[in-house]
C-alpha cells in the first residue's frame, strides 16, 4: 500500500533554532497537510497545501509542495518551547481513496530553552 | 464555531465487549472520517462518511463499523474487542471530504483489558 516517509524521526534543538523536516511517497499526492499533536490531544491542522510548488506560511511555519507531487518539507523557525510535540504529514492521493488521508510517523521535536 | 468533540474522552472495556464511540463535526461539515492511532501502527484510517454513506474504508477488520446520521453526526463500534484495539480512536471531519481540509477531534482513548 501507499506509504510515507516522514524524516527525521525525533529532533532535539535549541530554543531560537530553526526546524526542518520532511515527507515523501511513494505516490503523487493531490493534497499535502501538515498536523502537530500535544500529548492526549487530536491533531491540528498547521498547513494544507494543494498545488505542486506552492509555498504557504503560517506564522514561524512554511511548508511546501513538492514539484514532483511526492514530497512536503515544514520548516518552523526560531524555534520555542511551546513548538514540543509531534509533527505529522499527511497527503491524500490523486486516485482510489479520495477522503483517505495518509500519516507519516511523526517527527517528535524537543526544545531545550 | 464550535470544533469537533468526541466523546467519550476516555473509556476501559473488557476483551470480548462492543464499544460504540461518537463524534460531531464541526457545524456544516458533512464529511467524517475515522483514525486509528497507536503506537506502533501510527495513524491508520478506519472509514469515512459522507451524507450517511459510506465513501471509504481502510484495511480493519469487520468488526470495526460506523455511521453516519442526518445531522452529520457519525458513531463508530467495535464489536468483540481484543486486547490490540487498545488506542486512540480519531474523528475528523471536513466540509466535502474530497481535497479539503480535515480538522480532528481530541480523540477517544480506548483501553481494553
Given amino acids: 500500500g501507499q506509504q510515507l516517509n516522514q524524516s527525521p524521526q525525533s529532533m532535539f534543538i535549541q530554543e531560537g533554532e530553526d526546524v526542518s523536516m520532511n515527507c515523501t511517497s511513494s505516490s503523487i499526492f493531490n493534497t499535502w497537510l501538515w498536523y502537530k499533536q500535544d500529548p492526549g490531544e487530536g491533531p491540528v491542522l498547521l498547513i494544507a497545501l494543494y498545488k505542486a510548488g506552492e509555498l504557504t506560511s503560517n506564522g514561524r511555519l512554511t511548508a511546501q509542495f513538492g514539484i514532483t507531487r511526492k514530497d512536503s518539507f515544514l520548516n518552523i523557525s526560531a524555534s520555542i518551547p511551546s513548538d514540543v510535540g509531534i509533527y505529522f504529514c499527511a497527503g491524500r492521493s490523486l486516485g482510489g481513496s479520495q477522503g483517505n488521508l495518509i500519516f507519516g510517523k511523526g517527527t517528535k521535536l524537543s526544545v531545550k530553552p | ?113
Fill in chain 2, 1 to 113: 464555531k464550535a470544533g469537533v468533540t468526541q466523546t467519550p474522552r476516555y473509556l476501559i472495556k473488557t476483551r470480548g465487549q462492543q464499544v460504540t464511540l461518537s463524534c460531531s463535526p464541526i457545524s456544516g461539515h458533512r464529511s467524517v472520517s475515522w483514525y486509528q492511532q497507536t503506537p506502533g501502527q501510527g495513524l491508520q484510517f478506519l472509514f469515512e462518511y459522507f451524507s450517511e454513506t459510506q465513501r471509504n474504508k481502510g484495511n480493519f477488520p469487520g468488526r470495526f463499523s460506523g455511521r453516519q446520521f442526518s445531522n452529520s453526526r457519525s458513531e463508530m463500534n467495535v464489536s468483540t474487542l481484543e486486547l490490540g484495539d487498545s488506542a486512540l480512536y480519531l474523528c475528523a471531519s471536513s466540509e466535502q471530504g474530497r481535497g479539503t481540509e480535515a480538522f480532528f477531534g481530541q480523540g477517544t482513548r480506548l483501553t481494553v483489558v
